[in-house]
Nanobody, 122 residues
Framework: QVQLVESGGGLVQAGGSLRLSCVAS????????MGWFRQAPGKDREFVSI????????YYADSVKGRFTISRNNAKNTVYFQMNNLKPEDTAVYYC???????????????WGQGTLVTVSS
């Protein structure tokens, strides 16, 4: 069993930055792909980024590419999501997820965090 706990969400003005963190419990973190999803009010959940178990491979949705960076520290069982140049359309609940395989399409996570709200004001 893996538990994921996100933190770092909040209210920020457009153009600002936030860094989300996700701490994982359990012994499988270093062998798990980790990703971030988001869900805006009234919209479907969106897969935005994933990082491989070693951290060598990353993927970003076009909507965040060039602005957001995913990284991980396996020694700390933590994955990070640095979000720069935030836009009002980035407002959403952001979810951390863990899965056994790295995929950039139709990735099915095995474990989910509870989510952290990011609100970007214009």
């Amino acid at each position: 069993q893996v538990q994921l706990v996100e933190s770092g969400g909040g209210l920020v003005q457009a153009g600002g930055s936030l860094r989300l963190s996700c701490v994982a419990s359990g012994r499988t973190f270093s062998t798990s792909a980790m990703g971030w999803f988001r869900q805006a009010p009234g919209k479907d959940r969106e897969f935005v980024s994933i990082i491989s178990a070693t951290g060598r491979i990353t993927y970003y949705a076009d909507s965040v590419k060039g602005r957001f960076t995913i990284s991980r520290n396996n020694a700390k069982n933590t994955v990070y999501f640095q979000m720069n140049n935030l836009k009002p359309e980035d407002t959403a609940v952001y979810y951390c997820a863990a899965g056994s395989a790295y995929r950039t399409q139709a990735w099915e996570a095995d474990y989910w965090g509870q989510g952290t709200l990011v609100t970007v004001s214009s």
